[in-house]
């Protein structure tokens, strides 16, 4: 008992999730013995999910204050201080991408070890399957033998030897050692619905984990994409795409909460089972089983006492006995009755079978090997599935906070954008220091041509017979930029930035330049006088 203590020691997150007050749905403590079948202990199960749902409530309720603050929130902010702002929301965005891949990457490693832990237990259930399907195998197949076989051999050479009296006692001698061992066997347990709970355990166990590994496998994709995607319309100053994933991000939100209400839940409950395994196998195998050979495979050690023994000792002192009698008839009997050597020839092959038998099921009665798959499936559950599921339950939290954070970015992020669009609504189109402007002109430039050319003919009227003035400064008409961007190509090699709306001065010509604009210019005016007249 001591041996099976050693092999097996909860770790300490097991006793640490095992300590978590379990509360039913009306509040009441509730005994933490792991019992599922119990509906007071479903229910303190089911109360661990709805703590994770309050706090998904008031992380719904905190992000849309926030977001209501940031929209009711007057545009008063000066350019420094904008500035500033999209400055903290790009950076606010770097953080919560670092903490979100932080997350994905702990969510890797805790769903690997939570496969691993599964993978171990139901590779221990289908090894105990096969060892009770042998067992029983073995019983009936040795028990067929001696109830079918066996007779037979043993009624021919009834015939075959009834002139002797001294051979028929043999024989019946022989008959009461077979049913001797129908006898022990027949009192060995019969494993064959234990075998089946096992076998259907390992399959439902398997189905539910791939499904399982597979759908945290998609939320992890859809974790990275989602703040890759996000980042990107940051970056990108696409509001459309902001939208999308900002939608997108609030459903993995939902999703990382749902997730970590699961994983508490399980992980609680595991550990309630790893705290005290035996004593939940030995209620659940209670009316099955006798508690002697349950507590035999469950503490199995060097002064353990098979409660098999006495069953297999004495299959083997019969099967020794009827080898000893049918060697004599060989070697007394076959002289005098020739027929009788076959059917003693195939009752000692028989025999011998039922021999290799007994040592395959002494083997397999052994408690060492079916104690070796249980332990090893308790520390698949208790050490990696249970330690991945706290991984997995870390990685919740994580992206929780990470989603959280990008959706309180999302609406900063739109009114920056609103902002620098509307910045540009107020230029003029015609401005030749608009950047949009300038990527129209460079699109279509005969057009932006001839729009300038245009608004320097109607803004002039009758000027046409202007000279160049003396005087070095100029305050042209903004008509005059137009023209003289449209001179140079359409693409002006001044100030980028606007000037009107800013109160800023007009740049200053050279006397040559100021003729060579107004000769161009009143060529224009001759070719198109009457189309355009003052």
């Known amino acids: 008992m001591q041996a099976a203590r050693v092999e097996y020691i909860a770790p300490w997150w097991v006793v640490w999730l095992h300590s978590v007050p379990h509360v039913g749905l009306r509040l009441q403590r509730v005994d933490s013995t792991f019992s599922p079948r119990d509906e007071t202990y479903q229910e303190s199960l089911l109360f661990l999910g709805l703590v994770a749902a309050v706090c998904l409530g008031l992380n719904l309720i905190f992000l849309t204050v926030y977001l209501v603050c940031v929209c009711c929130r007057r545009r008063d902010e000066a350019g420094q201080t904008k500035q500033r702002g999209s400055c903290c929301t790009t950076w606010t965005a770097v953080v919560a991408g670092l903490i979100c891949c932080a997350a994905i990457g702990i969510g890797f490693y805790g769903n690997s070890e939570t496969s691993d832990g599964v993978y171990q237990l139901t590779y221990s259930l289908d090894n105990a399957h096969h060892t009770f399907s042998g067992i029983d195998t073995l019983v009936s197949g040795t028990t067929r033998q001696m109830k079918m076989d066996l007779e037979q051999h043993l009624a021919r050479l009834s015939e075959v030897l009834a002139a002797r009296g001294d051979y028929i006692q043999t024989l019946k001698f022989m008959q009461q050692m077979a049913d001797s061992i129908v006898a022990q066997l027949s009192g060995l347990p019969v494993w064959q619905e234990v075998s089946a709970q096992l076998s259907e355990l390992a399959d439902q166990t398997s189905y539910v984990e791939y499904y399982r590994w597979l759908s945290y496998l998609l939320l992890f994709i859809l974790d990275l994409v989602i ?9 990108r100053r696409s509001r459309c795409l902001l ?23 399980t992980a609680v409950g595991a ?3 790893c705290v005290a395994p035996d004593a939940f196998i030995l209620n659940l195998t209670q009316g099955q089983i006798s508690t002697e050979v349950t507590r035999y495979y469950l503490y199995c050690g060097q002064s353990a006492r098979s409660p098999f023994q006495q069953a297999l000792t004495v299959y083997q002192r019969s099967l020794t006995t009827m080898q000893i009698q049918v060697a004599g008839l060989l070697q007394f009997a ?4 020739p027929t009788a050597e076959k059917d003693l020839l195939g009752t000692q092959l028989l025999l011998n079978s039922s021999e290799a038998s007994l040592q395959q099921l002494t083997a397999m009665l ?7 798959d249980y332990v090893d499936a308790l520390t698949g559950v208790c050490y990696d599935g249970i330690e991945g599921l706290l991984y997995l339950g870390l990685f919740s939290l994580l992206a929780a906070l990470a989603f959280s954070t990008l959706i309180c970015v999302g609406p900063r992020a739109w009114k920056c954008f609103t902002a620098r669009d509307r910045d540009y609504d107020d230029i003029d189109d015609g401005d030749p220091f608009n950047p949009q402007a300038r990527r129209m002109a460079a699109h279509s430039p005969c057009r932006g041509q001839l729009h300038s050319f245009c608004s320097y003919s109607s803004g002039l009227g009758s000027q046409s017979s202007l000279q160049p003035p003396a005087q070095t400064v100029s305050n042209a008409p903004v008509s005059e930029y137009m023209n003289q961007a449209m001179l140079f190509g359409g693409n002006p090699r001044y100030e980028n930035a606007p000037l009107i709306g800013r109160g800023s001065p007009p740049p200053t ?5 100021r003729a060579a604009y107004l000769s161009v210019a009143d060529e224009h005016l001759r070719h198109y006088g009457s189309d355009f007249p003052a």
């Open 243 to 265: 939208a999308a994933m900002l939608g997108c991000a609030l459903l993995v939100l939902l999703l990382s909460w749902v997730s970590l209400a699961t994983d508490s839940a």
């Open 271 to 273: 550990s309630d089972f």
């Open 509 to 513: 010509y050279s006397p040559s330049m």
């Open 227 to 235: 703040c890759l995607v996000t980042c990107l319309a940051l970056a």
């Open 366 to 372: 052994d408690c060492r090997g079916l104690h070796k």
């Open 334 to 337: 076959v002289p005098l009755f």
